[in-house]
């Protein structure tokens, strides 16, 4: 299979499937020509990583997973402890933005947005005051 045909069976760029290439993510095979040569093994990883990636895992994270997928004597607690450090760090994020929505809620609610010059958004980003 070509990198066209895995790109539209997987739902992902050919520039990402040449990326995990290039980190080592899958090692697709080569013609004599050169070209790339998907097996279906290789297609199963693209689209493990691409859902991987789509829950916010990293990289690093996905190459984790992909090895302990792989691994038939893995304990599931392993894959649990991946899991369940990114979802806290899903949760600190979450917590940020939310901590940033209410801080941003206040300042709109505080500024008058009329023709004055004085404006607490611009106070608040200048001085912190």
Known sequence: MNIGDVAARTGLPTKTIRYYEDI???????GENGYRRFREADMHKLGFVGRARA????????RDLLALYEDEDRASADVRQIAIGHLEEIERKIAALSDMRDTLKGLVHACAGDHRPNCPILKELSDGA
Request: proline share 7%; glycine share 14%.
């Open 55 to 62: 829950l916010g895992f990293s990289i690093e994270e996905c």
């Open 24 to 30: 080592g993510l899958i090692t697709p095979l080569r």
